[in-house]
């Protein structure tokens, strides 16, 4: 009996989550946007300045796929609420880099603090971690 109530505990919240990870292909599946992102551990231990991070997302082959990209700043923050339901988690020192341009800074991109959500622009010369994500559907999310 304790193992049945543990069960539906677990796929409740994975449920509630709406991610679903696939450990060994490296991908977690966010079934509420249709977004498929790159977890495997290259997300925790590469890091690239952001044109760096563009080249590796477009060439990136995983799980037999090979459209990846940069999330644009809202899509990669939209993560951040969902970050615990991730294999490879985020800790407090990890920002990454995000596909949009600060327009208001030159030479400036966004990224994304997994410790508190909190955006920020930086050089594009810097170099942060990098979350790659394709979509199911063929929408725009760069």
Known sequence: ????????????SIVSAEIICDEKRGIATD?????????DIHVLTSRNNWQGAIDYCEKLSLAGYNDW???????????????????QQASYYHSFWAGSIDNTRDGNAFYVNFA????????TDSNYFVRCVRSNTGANIR
């Open 1 to 12: 009996m304790k193992l049945f109530a543990y069960t539906i505990i677990m796929l409740a």
């Open 31 to 39: 079934t509420e946007s249709n977004l498929i992102w790159q977890d």
């Open 69 to 87: 990209t940069l999330p644009n700043v809202e899509i990669l923050r939209a993560l951040y609420n969902k970050k615990t339901y991730l294999k």
């Open 116 to 123: 508190d959500e909190g955006i920020g622009s930086a050089g």
